[in-house]
C-alpha cells in the first residue's frame, strides 16, 4: 500500500508519499480500506519530532480515519466487510488501508458523507470522555472553550448546546467567531482583543463557567482558574501556549473548591479508549444522526499533499478539521 512517510523530523516539506507495507492484522483487528483521514495537532507534533510514538503504534501519522472494511478477524464480532466506518487509532491513517483493533470502530453516521466522517472519532473521543465522563457538564451549566473554531472546539461547542449547557467561547477572528456564533456559542470573546475572564464573568453573572476546555496549557492557567466557578472542573487537553511551565494558584483554586486534571485520548491504555468508544456510540451518535451535530470541515487534500494540510493546520486559520484523502 501508499502511505504518507517522513524523512526525517522537521516542518512539512518532510512529508512524501510511497509504498510500504501494511502490518499484519491480529483476530481481534479489522482492515480498512481508507477513504479519508483526518489531521490533528499530535500529527503535526510527530512530525517535528516531539511526539514519541507509543508502544506497538504504526509510526505512520494518523489518528483517526473513515472508510469501508476490507477484512475481518476470526475475533471480531458485530462487524462485516463493505461495513462504512470511522475508527479511532494510535497511529497509521495517512495511508491506503489501516488495520485496527475491532472495539475502536464506529458507524459512519446517518445522513454523515463518508469522507466527513473521518473528522468525527477524535473529536468526540476527546469531548465526550473529558467534558461528560470526566468534568460531568449537563443541563444548565456553562461551558467556556477555548479555541472555539478548532475541530474539538466546533465539535465541543455542539455537543454542549445539544445537552442543554450554555456555551462561552475564544476565537482570534471575527470570521472565526461568526461560524461559532453559528454553531450555537452563546458568548463570543476574540481573545486578541477581549479579557475572557471578564466576558465570563460577565455572561455568568459573576459565578464563572462550571467547566473550562483548554487547549493552550500553561498561559492560560491562571486566568483559566479566575474564571472558573465554585467546584468547577478545568480540563487541559492541550498546550499551544509559549511556555510550558506556569505557576498554579492553589489558594484560588482551593478557595473554589476547584479541579484540574490534563488528559490526552492517543496515550490511554487499550480499555479505556474502548469504553470511551462505546459511550460516544450510544450517548454522542443518536446526537449526529439527529442532525444536533454535524461534522465541521475546513478542507479536504490529497495524501500526495499532507504537507499543504499540515502547513493550513499550523497557521491557525482552518475552522474545523482539516481531511486528507489517497
Sequence with gaps: M????????????????????????TPTDVVIRVAA??????????????????AGASPILGLEVSGEISWVGADVSGWSVGDRVCALLSGGGYAEEVVVPGDMLLPVPTGVDLIEAAGLPEAAGTVYSNLAM?????????????GGASGIGTFAIQWAKAIGATVVTTAGSARKLDRVSALGADTLVNYREQDFVAETLAATGGRGAEVILDIVGADYLDRNIRALAPDGHLVVIGSTGGSPDAPLNIGLLMSKRGSVTSTSLRSRPH??????IREVR?????????GRIVPVIDSIFSMADASEGHRLLAAGGAVGKVLLTP
Design 2 to 25: 501508499r502511505a504518507v512517510t517522513i524523512s526525517h523530523p522537521g516542518d512539512p516539506s518532510v512529508l512524501g508519499w510511497g509504498e510500504t507495507e501494511l502490518p499484519t492484522p
Design 134 to 146: 470526566n468534568a460531568r457538564l449537563g443541563d444548565g451549566m456553562t461551558l467556556l472553550v477555548h
Design 271 to 276: 480499555t479505556q479508549k474502548a469504553a470511551i
Design 37 to 54: 483521514a483526518g489531521i490533528n495537532n499530535a500529527d503535526l507534533l510527530q512530525r517535528q519530532g516531539h511526539y514519541p510514538v507509543p
Design 282 to 290: 450510544q450517548n454522542v451518535w443518536p446526537l449526529i444522526e439527529a
